[in-house]
């Protein structure tokens, strides 16, 4: 018997059709293969909060909890959005190394002047004192270095304008934001670390450490005054000594003079591009 192919053309039609679904079937099956464990502790990990949700309020969540939850959500979104808009992506000028190297010195000179008008010490070389002599920073280093040294300049610029007794130390490579997602792995576990690499790439805290003497009264100035900055500082740790000076025959509680050692962790948060996010 000879097979028509114009009286079962829909039939060929339909059976292209279902081998084309069988094999994006098959295509999909394995891509779901390969992601199985990865689907099963998501599962696991969200079963788990659900199970603990439903603990914690004697049952299931009731309506008006999940709106609860679900207005909250939209206040975390706005802030999120009111956080990006609050911090310019651009707003830090990234120098080259060769700029850099003349701005340095000549801000290297200008703390010089300062530290002879008032008669204090204040830390060689703001923390850069290799880029002082012949060394060139390289160009991958930059964008941090640029958001570094811009820091130094605030913090110094502020701890003048109060009258900072001694800057002790500039260190810029203390007190570094974990960025090492294997430890953060370890720290937060599976799922958890993964959303935390995707929160941390789209920002970074670029860190610079002080150590300075400075009377009590002005800590609470050079807080509120670096957070009038136009960038966005934080202020990562701050550790105070206290300790009276002697001044001489004291008659009075006023004759008394204190200064604190101050230890304080200071850091740019720079918001990246999506583009730098995406990397």
């Known amino acids: 018997m000879k097979f028509d192919l114009q009286k079962n053309k829909l039939f060929l039609v339909t059976l292209g059709i279902v081998v084309v679904i069988v094999v994006v079937a098959l295509v999909l099956w394995r891509g779901s293969v390969n992601n199985l464990d990865e689907a099963t502790a998501d599962y696991s990990t969200?079963?788990?909060?659900?199970?603990?949700?439903?603990?914690?309020?004697?049952g299931a969540p009731c309506e008006a909890l999940q709106k609860a939850y679900e207005a909250d959500l939209e206040a975390l979104k706005k802030q999120a959005v009111d956080f990006v808009d609050a911090v310019k992506a651009d707003q830090l000028t990234i120098l080259d190394p060769s700029n850099f190297k003349i701005e340095l010195r000549k801000y290297d000179n200008q703390i010089k002047e300062e530290r002879e008008k008032r008669n204090i010490s204040i830390y060689p070389g703001e923390g850069f004192s290799e880029f002082l002599g012949d060394v060139v920073a390289k160009e991958s280093d930059m964008p941090k270095l640029s958001a570094q040294f811009q820091t130094v300049k605030d913090v110094l610029g502020v701890l003048l304008d109060?009258?900072?007794?001694?800057?002790?130390?500039?260190?810029?490579?203390?007190?570094?934001?974990m960025s090492d997602y294997e430890?953060?792995?370890?720290?937060?576990?599976?799922?958890?670390?993964?959303?935390?690499?995707?929160?941390?790439?789209k920002y970074e805290g670029i860190p610079v450490s002080f150590q300075f003497a400075i009377r009590p009264d002005k800590i609470y100035n050079v807080l509120s005054q670096l957070r009038d900055k136009p960038f966005f500082y934080i202020v990562r740790s701050i550790r105070t000594d206290l300790q009276p000076e002697p001044v001489g025959t004291i008659e009075d509680p006023s004759d008394i003079l204190e200064r604190v050692t101050v230890d304080m962790t200071v850091e740019m948060i720079k918001i990246n591009k999506p583009a730098e996010a995406a990397k």
């Open 46 to 58: 969200a079963n788990s909060d659900y199970e603990t949700l439903c603990k914690n309020y004697n």
């Open 162 to 177: 109060n009258d900072v007794l001694e800057v002790v130390t500039i260190e810029r490579n203390q007190g570094e934001q």
């Open 183 to 201: 430890d953060e792995e370890e720290f937060f576990g599976g799922a958890a670390a993964a959303k935390t690499e995707t929160a941390v790439s």
